[in-house]
């Protein structure tokens, strides 16, 4: 496998270096309303129309838009896109220690805050990355996250912009060691009905509705139980997952560019969905992450959650917006809500129909995540 990959890595680069996609080509492409697809790791990204893209989205084709990224990526150092860790000299982790302060911490997160954040963020019409509802979607985390923030020292909660109408968010609690790696907690704010992404109902509860309110939960708990890490830690709601890990993948070739150090990345992408008469699990996403980073999750969900861990089958190429750190050499971790390889993943995702009261929707199940959440970051960081 990895033997493979390495091959295809070379075949790669020979193809991109005998025929390089041009500034003016991109230039003139996205004039005409092209966008340019990665569709899987060592093959030259492809231009597609809007309707090809849509296309392959309801076919559950999964890629990466590079149009705005692809030039900024091509003068950063190329990183193996990492399937496993095969970087033993990457860091270790800790071993999780602080059993009590996280568990008080633990026990202050509210499902009744998760419930009405979420019922808000699931009644705006959609929170398509284009649409107004999804700017208003973006301005409402904005607005919640900030006023958490407020009078906590040295605390911001900024707004990422992007070329499209919603914004990403990034709130940043400093270490006392200012200049240490970051460790990462992403979710992503949009959300995406396939039959009309623009004007179409997506309530979006559990993708990723749930990952979203488990991250503003967590920074409350976090900021209210005095919380001063030594490394710094930042909280991150992606714009633009569902059309391509937009907001994340501009976020990752930022710092990238501009040389921040990221320690570890947890994604949280659908987290209150168990499919009813399974038996709940955290799934641990297996590709596109850093093995040594999953074992620390694991020792975590161990010592921290309710829930016993299994790792899931390969959730393949440009899954989640963990993908995009992972693209840019950065250790990435992915407890999900399901056993996908079991077929036991939420069929409602992506219609009118992914809301708080469809069956299999359990607060119970999404708290554990926020747990596992909030046990990483303060493991991590402290
Ligand atoms: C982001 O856009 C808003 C207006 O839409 C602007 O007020 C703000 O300054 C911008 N932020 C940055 C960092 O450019
Ligand atoms: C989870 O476990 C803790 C103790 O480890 C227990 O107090 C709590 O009731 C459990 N919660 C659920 C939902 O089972
Ligand atoms: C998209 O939204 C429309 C109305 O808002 C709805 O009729 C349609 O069923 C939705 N599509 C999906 C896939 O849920
Ligand atoms: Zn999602």
Redesign the pocket.
Known sequence: MKFFSVGLLLLAALIAHAIPITHDEITSKTAEGLRLLSLEDGTEPEWVTEDQKLEFMRAGKQFFDVTEVWEDQQTLPKEKAVQVNCKPWLPKYPSPSHQTAVNALIRTLSISNMKSLLQQLSSFNNRYYRSTTGRQASQYILDTVSSIASGQSGVTV????HSWTQ?SIIAKIPGSQSQSPVTILGAHMDSINLSNPTNGRAPGADDDGSGSVNLIEVFRALMEGNFKPSTPVEFHWYSGEEAGLLGSQAIATSYKRNGVNVKAMMQLDMTAYFKPDTTEVVALQSDYVDSGLNTFTGKLIDLYSNLSWELDSPCGYACSDHASWNQQGYPTTLPFEALTGEGNDNPRIHTTSDTLTQSGFSWSHSLEFAKIALAFVYEMAI
């Open positions: 900024q707004p990422f912009n914004f």
